[in-house]
């Protein structure tokens, strides 16, 4: 019993320095934890990265090969508009010779007449008797006014300054520029076969009114027009009147 206390003190005495054991052990394994984790992050990390780089290198070079193909070899675009691609370097030469402008022009009227297609004649509406009747500039005013209560502005662009957002959305045709009497590309039906029409009084009557709206499709537009709000043949003739007064060649 007398020695009881002397060995509770030593037992004491002894704690300290177990407890300084303990940490320094404990030390020891999160410092080796940590080194080892640096080390393998060291090794692992950046093996990581080159992999990640090898194959975005790869992909890349991928790319630019086929843009290399693409830029400078001859293609097909697309058969059915017998439409062809030629090498970037000829087409510089091209443009040389032939002036920005010629080009523009030779394009606009490759891309709308493929020769090829037939040329689909839209007879004139009956109530249109003579087209001089659309030379009346109060029809041409009272069409103005009916572009706008009739919301065709909403989608067609008559404004060089004013975008028609519902228009650009659906790619709906702007009316600038020279356009009235000239080759339109259209499908027969939405998506159908492509066929030739000139923008004339048969082919404007047709587009505006409910039943023939989806008859034709302008080629590049996303969706045929939506039926416009009911129109008579009156405010179709005062509409043609004044779309057609917005064309340059008249
Ligand atoms: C919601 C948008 C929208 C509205 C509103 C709209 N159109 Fe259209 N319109 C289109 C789209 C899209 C096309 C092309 C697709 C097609 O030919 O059916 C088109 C085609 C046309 C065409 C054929 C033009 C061409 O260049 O081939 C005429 C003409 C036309 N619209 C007149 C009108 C008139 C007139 C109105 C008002 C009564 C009107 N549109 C209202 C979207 C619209």
Redesign the pocket.
């Given at each position: 019993m007398s020695h009881e206390p002397q060995t509770t003190e030593a037992t004491d005495s002894t704690r300290p320095s177990w407890a300084a054991h303990e940490l320094a052990a404990l030390a020891l394994t999160v410092g080796l934890a940590v080194w080892v984790v640096a080390q393998w992050g060291a090794a692992v990390q950046p093996q990581r990265n080159t992999e990640r780089d090898e194959k975005r290198a790869a992909t890349m070079a991928e790319l630019r090969m086929a843009n290399e193909e693409a830029l400078n070899s001859f293609g097909v675009v697309d058969e059915s508009l017998k439409r062809y691609r030629i090498p970037i370097q000829n087409a510089m030469t091209l443009v040389v010779e032939l002036g920005a402008k010629n080009i523009a022009k030779e394009v606009a009227e490759r891309t709308a007449s493929p020769t090829d297609l037939k040329l689909v004649e839209i007879p004139d509406p009956d109530f249109l008797a003579d087209v001089s009747e659309l030379d009346d500039p109060s029809l041409i005013a009272q069409g103005k006014t009916?572009?706008l209560t009739?919301?065709?502005?909403?989608?067609?662009q008559t404004d060089p300054a004013v975008p028609?957002p519902?228009?650009m959305a659906?790619?709906?045709?702007k009316?600038l520029g020279d356009?009235w009497g000239k080759e339109?590309l259209?499908h027969k039906g939405?998506g159908g076969p492509l066929e030739r029409?000139v923008?004339g009084p048969g082919?404007?009557a047709e587009?505006?009114s409910a039943a023939g709206?989806?008859l034709?499709?302008?080629k590049?537009?996303?969706?045929?027009?939506?039926p416009?709000?009911p129109?008579t043949e009156e405010?179709?003739k005062a509409?043609?009147a004044y779309?057609r007064s917005l064309s340059q060649g008249n």
């Open positions: 009916l572009f009739k919301i065709c502005f909403t989608c067609h028609a519902a228009g659906l790619r709906a045709p009316f356009f339109r259209v939405f029409v923008m082919y404007f587009s505006v709206s989806g034709r499709v302008l590049g537009a996303l969706t045929p027009m939506p416009p709000p129109v405010e179709v509409l043609m779309v």
